[in-house]
């Protein structure tokens, strides 16, 4: 599975409480994982799932869905980046541009908005930098197109899941 698939489909799966059984075999391997984790647990904030390492999935968990997810492969410093709203967005590929900021540091990534298993998705490639593992680590707004989305942090309970996908996804 492509790091795109991936990173969209944990976006989408990973908010549901339960998993749905009809998915295909290529992504079963992220259902198993997160259905094991809704078996136990909706997280709160920020969780790595490791289930299928060296793939790596960082999500952030709202009460509702999974907002935001950072995928990569352990020592590897390519990484997907997606957001996914509430509600539906445009239909087709829609170019866009996501940017975590924090003061004066910022990190730009040619993101594509497309629906994605029913749900509305916008991600993009990008490589963990240092200023992106920063602004990961020590928090970060982002903007969706020029508009100020959500500011997201990191809390003591969650901190370790953060550094430990940006301390593993460097070259």
């Not at 295909?24 to 994982?33: D, I, L, R």
């Not at 999974?66 to 445009?90: I, M, N």
């Not at 490639?125 to 240092?130: E, G, Q, V, Y």
Request: proline residues 4%; positive net charge.
């Amino acid at each position: 599975m492509s790091s795109w698939s991936r990173a969209a489909f944990l976006s989408v799966v990973l908010a549901a409480s339960a998993v749905s059984g009809a998915v295909s075999g290529v992504v079963s391997g992220v259902v198993a994982a997160a259905s094991a984790q809704t078996a136990k647990a909706i997280p709160k904030g920020w969780f790595l799932h490791e289930e299928l390492a060296p793939s790596l999935d960082l999500a952030f968990y709202e009460p509702t869905h999974v907002s935001f997810s950072v995928s990569c492969t352990k020592g590897y410093a390519d990484a997907v980046l997606a957001y996914r709203p509430e509600g539906k967005g445009p239909e087709g590929k829609k170019p866009m541009k996501l940017v975590l900021s924090r003061g004066a540091a910022s990190v730009t990534i040619d993101a594509t908005g497309q629906m994605f298993n029913g749900s509305y998705v916008i991600d993009g490639p990008t490589t963990m930098t240092a200023a992106l593992a920063d602004l990961l680590q020590g928090g970060f707004t982002l903007t969706v197109d020029g508009k100020e989305i959500k500011t997201y942090a990191t809390t003591d309970q969650d901190r370790a899941h953060v550094r430990k996908l940006t301390q593993a996804c460097r070259a």
